[in-house]
C-alpha cells in the first residue's frame, strides 16, 4: 500500500512540474478602471509601447503636465516635457 501512495505521489509531482509550461501567449484583458471620474489605463512595457503611449499622453495636455521621475531615456518624453505652452513641473 505505501508503495502504491508513493507512487501516485511521484506521479503526480512530474505530472505537475511538466503539463503547464509556458507557451509565450499573453491573454490580454482589457478592464477599465475609473478614479477621480477619470479613465485609468494600465500598459506593460515593452510589449504595450508604452513609450508613444506615453509621450502622445504628454504632447495632449492642454493646461499642464505635474510628474515626478527619476531617471528618463526616453527621447520622446524628454521631448513632450519641453513645452512652453503649458505648466510643466
Known sequence: MKKIVFLVL??????????????GHVTKKSTVVMEDEKRMEVYFCPQ???REKLAGLLK??????????????LPEVKDAL????????
Open 48 to 50: 504595450d509601447g508604452c
Open 10 to 23: 511521484i506521479v503526480v509531482l512530474i505530472s505537475g512540474c511538466t503539463t503547464n509550461e509556458p507557451t
Open 82 to 89: 519641453k513645452r512652453d505652452d503649458i505648466d510643466v513641473k
Open 60 to 73: 495632449s495636455a492642454k493646461q499642464s503636465i505635474h510628474c515626478a521621475l527619476f531617471d528618463l531615456d
